[in-house]
């Protein structure tokens, strides 16, 4: 089958161009923790998406000299409660606000539980060389040293920068710019806890000072071929976790459900257990696409190493994690696909 492809358009590290201060930066505001309020500025419990973001945006010094900013709700959830009828919605108003000429930049706040998530999905179908940046926060705005209002500043200082565009879809947080492809959540609580372990990130904001070191390697927005356009709903495909001897059976379960594609978020290298490389074939063989991920917090997923995928009908995820490739495969899946296409669309995504 394919090869892997390597797309580099790397750059150096360079200051950014500076920022007009009149860029019109949109905020779209979902929830998330960032927008969470608690009793008290010590109080571990909070409820998540609290705060509106008009008030959000009031709570931030000097966030107003950066750039015309204009805030909209567009839900209220924890991120633990995004839906795809969300995410639809978020990328088609994106679109629709960036054909109409309506801002240069838009910041998307967001749970940081499902950040990577929905920041790959935004990847795949907004249309547009103008940078959405998405922030949150680990913190209530209420905390004791709130991360939330700094992340929204340095989101806006992205948004607002000329030299942002055509880096697809990022994610600001402690003074680290992700790409949308690469970024992850690593830790429940700290302020660190994305990171970007298979290809670093794009770049570093302190204090709304802007440096990038590179451009995302993958395909992404303007070019993507995936669209939202007229969409509603999307197939179901679920992610099974190996486990020393798996039920084979969850496949099985997982397809009479509905389900027209399973992404094994396996061991290493996208390994399982004998019984469920068995059932998984079976399915491969009636048309369910298996895509084999890893539960491993980092490195990429390869074709025919430990496993035959040409003979088993597999397709390997690559770089994506289990809920980055259900993403990609759930997108894909809204035609029909051969197998040879959905490995390109894996290399290329
Ligand atoms: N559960 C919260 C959420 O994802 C956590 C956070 O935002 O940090 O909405």
């Given at each position: 089958m394919q090869k892997r492809k390597v797309m580099m358009e790397n750059e150096g590290k360079r200051p950014s161009?500076?920022?007009?201060?009149l860029r019109r930066v949109a905020v779209l505001a979902t929830g998330g923790t960032i927008a969470g309020a608690a009793e008290?500025?010590?109080?571990a419990g909070y409820t998540s998406g609290k705060m509106g973001i008009d008030a959000m945006i009031d709570?931030?010094?000097?966030?107003?000299a950066l750039a015309d900013v204009h805030g909209e709700q567009i839900a209220n959830v924890?991120?633990?409660?995004?839906?795809f009828a969300i995410m639809i919605r978020l990328a088609q108003r994106i679109n629709e606000l960036f054909a109409a000429d309506a801002a240069d930049g838009i910041v998307v706040t967001h749970g940081t539980d499902t950040m990577e998530e929905t920041a790959h999905f935004l990847n795949l179908t907004v249309k547009s060389r103008r940078p959405v940046v998405m922030t949150g926060a680990m913190?209530?705005?209420?905390?004791?040293?709130?991360?939330?209002p700094l992340n929204l500043y340095n989101a806006v200082s992205v948004a607002a920068?000329?030299?942002?565009?055509?880096?697809?879809v990022m994610v600001v947080m402690n003074d680290r710019i992700h790409g949308a492809h690469s970024l992850t959540k690593t830790?429940?609580?700290?302020?660190?806890?994305?990171?970007?372990?298979v290809n670093g990130l794009i770049g570093t904001v302190f204090y709304g000072n802007v440096a990038y070191f590179r451009r995302p390697f993958r395909k992404h927005t303007?070019?993507?071929?995936?669209?939202?356009?007229?969409?509603?709903q999307l197939p179901r495909v679920d992610i099974l976790h190996a486990c020393?001897?798996?039920?084979?059976?969850l496949i099985e379960c997982s397809v009479e459900r509905g389900a027209k594609g399973i992404v094994i978020a396996g061991h290493g290298n996208g390994n399982m257990n004998a019984a469920t490389i068995d059932t998984a074939a079976r399915m491969a063989a009636q048309g369910i696409v298996i895509v084999r991920s890893s539960h491993v917090a980092t490195g990429t997923v390869s074709r025919n190493?430990?496993?035959d995928d040409d003979r088993l009908g597999f397709i390997a995820a690559d770089e994506l994690n289990p809920a980055k490739a259900r993403i990609l495969l759930m997108l894909a899946l809204v035609k029909k696909r051969s197998l040879a296409n959905l490995q390109d669309l894996f290399y290329t995504y």
């Open positions: 161009q500076g920022r007009n201060p008290s500025g010590t109080q709570a931030v010094p000097g966030i107003r924890g991120s633990q409660d995004m839906s913190r209530p705005y209420t905390a004791i040293s709130a991360d939330g920068d000329p030299a942002a565009d055509r880096r697809g830790n429940t609580t700290s302020v660190e806890t994305f990171l970007s372990p303007y070019q993507s071929e995936f669209s939202v356009d007229g969409l509603t020393a001897d798996m039920p084979a059976d190493i430990e496993l």
